[in-house]
């Protein structure tokens, strides 16, 4: 791993947020002034590590390494994913400190301290939503990955749970009511609770037969239940529209996860 740090600051608490900006995105354009250091994982020649580090390890990584310069947003400057047994997926990035991470976020992974607010949403309405009655909608997401092995052993997977802003939106009058955007928020956490059971069973099953099988089959049928529970959430709230029915089933989603 290469690292430069090109100023100082107090590090960070654990409980502090860290933004990320995605390669190629982003509508606010960062002050090189604010640039705290860059850091480069890349490919260990020496190293004999069965598996590779895998993309969401590897932010989790950054995240503390930013905190620990004092730096509050990551801006990743290329991506490349493993396409070898055994090698990294290899991220470099950039840390910044600025006043406020929210005017620079692109994507965000689910947090208990992180809830979302209208500000987030930042991207514009399609065409084939203009006409239609919906009042906001959130781009969340569940990623997985699996580091690469080499020859033997048990891979590790990886799950997180995500929001991307820029292809979020919001009609305006939404903006003031606050059941809509609970509504969203509800949606996140109900997102995150399944990439957990997800996170479970590839653990539970990691070393059960074949491993592509075995994950193809997992997130299947994981994927399938967490489309029916979004199905009925989005039902049986009314789309944020039944008070509630959304209270009762945000209760039950923080209970799941224990919040």
Not at 13 to 27: A, H, P, R, T
Not at 47 to 55: D, L, Q, R
Not at 194 to 215: C, D, E, L, S
């Amino acid at each position: 791993m290469r690292e430069a740090v090109y100023k100082n600051y107090d590090s960070l608490s654990n409980k502090e947020l860290v933004g990320i900006v995605q390669s190629g995105s982003g509508k606010m354009k960062l002050d090189t002034t604010a640039l705290v250091g860059r850091i480069f994982n890349g490919q260990s020649k020496k190293s004999k590590e069965i598996f590779g580090i895998a993309y969401p390890q590897i932010i989790q990584n950054y995240m503390t390494r930013a905190r620990h310069m004092g730096a509050n947003l990551i801006k990743i400057n290329q991506l490349k994913y493993a396409q070898v047994k055994g090698e990294n997926d290899e991220i470099d990035a950039s840390f910044f400190k600025v006043n406020d991470i929210r005017n620079y976020e692109t994507r965000i992974y689910w947090s208990p301290d992180r809830k979302l607010t209208w500000e987030d949403f930042k991207g514009h309405i399609p065409d084939e939503f203009k006409d239609e009655n919906y009042s906001s909608y959130g781009n969340v997401g569940i990623q997985h990955r699996t580091n690469m092995e080499k020859f033997y052993g048990t891979p590790n997977f990886f799950v997180i749970a995500s929001f991307d802003c820029e292809k979020s939106w919001f009609r305006p009058y939404a903006y003031y009511q606050n059941d809509f955007l609970s509504f969203q928020q509800g949606l996140f956490d109900l997102t995150e609770l399944y990439a957990r059971k997800m996170q479970t069973q590839f653990t539970t099953n990691k070393k059960k037969g074949n491993r592509t099988i075995v994950i193809k089959a997992l997130d299947d049928s994981l994927g399938e239940a967490y489309k029916k529970a979004e199905n009925e959430y989005v039902t049986e709230t009314n789309a944020g529209g039944d008070k509630e029915a959304l209270t009762r089933w945000r209760l039950k989603i923080r209970n799941e996860l224990g919040l």
